[in-house]
């Protein structure tokens, strides 16, 4: 079930793309109708998440990085941890830290699952993703193409259902790949701007949140990309602002990072079936690959 909604979500999303993009043109040309931008946000943020208001605590929760793992996390966190690095509550003891998810320092997750309940808790972090994806690339598509509203709108509501890790597995990323085209937005498409280093600063924040192993692969071919299409960026803006992201983002996970290295040649995942030390930098290389190459319809919208 996991890989046909895999399979099924980003081809929904594309579908939605071709017949939106051309229904607005068509609105917007056949008629002197201009869209409001916040309204079709708000009409679209509330389709997007019309199940969670429609099932309340039933609503549907990916079992495969979600159910088995981050929301679990998140809520053992909230109502069953000390709050210590160690856990004797799993498997007989574990070194909290090596789980990753929900460790980093930057984390608004831990907080909503203490406040609300646990659907709710979810609901607000779907919603977040939502306007992240949405809202970043919208206004990176004006950038690059800035007389296109239709098609900046029509990106903007492709993007946050174009990838199943924008969706069934987002609550193990924080804010994760929906941030990508806001962090772009932020710190390439604007380098020629006067409040650029207030807002690199506002990116990094946002990005230090999102999970770096994943993460950072595909925030790198977006980045580079725009970089290199996008006439008159900085480059040495751009490389500075990067490497600021970089340092907010080990300076949130380094303590996973340093748990998950030293556990690495311990690791079943890691070794590879017995491969020496140099597993995990292979394993990490194969990763690195791999996202590069499967994160195919949103990296192309950003690259584009």
Known sequence: MQGLTASIV????????????PLLRH????????????????????AYLLVYFLCGPASFIAWDGEGNLAVAMHHYMATGHDGGRFSHAIGGGQDMYTWFVGMQFLNPEPLLFHVFPTW???????????????????????????????????????YPVSHDYLLTYSTEFGTGFAAIPL????????????TYWPWVFVAATIIAA????????????AYVGV???????SLRRAAAAFLICVVAAVLSWHEVLYALLVSAPHLQRALGGGA?????????????FRMTHGYGIASGILAA
């Open 10 to 21: 980003p081809t929904a999303g594309a579908l939605v793309f071709l017949l939106s993009y």
């Open 27 to 46: 609105l917007a040309t056949a008629t002197d109708w201009r869209p409001s931008v916040p309204t079709l946000f708000v009409a679209w943020l509330c």
């Open 120 to 158: 709710v808790a979810v609901l607000a972090h779907k919603a977040a993703i939502g306007a992240l994806g949405f809202v970043g690339s919208y206004l990176l598509a004006r950038r690059v193409a800035p007389h296109s509203s239709m098609l900046a709108l029509a990106l903007a509501m492709l």
């Open 183 to 194: 962090v772009v937005h932020l710190c390439v498409a604007r380098t020629g701007a006067r």
């Open 210 to 221: 999102a999970e770096p192993m994943k993460v950072f692969p595909a925030l790198l071919v």
């Open 227 to 233: 970089a290199v299409l996008l006439p008159g960026v």
């Open 276 to 288: 020496p030390q140099a597993a995990p930098l292979a394993m990490a290389a194969a990763e690195t």
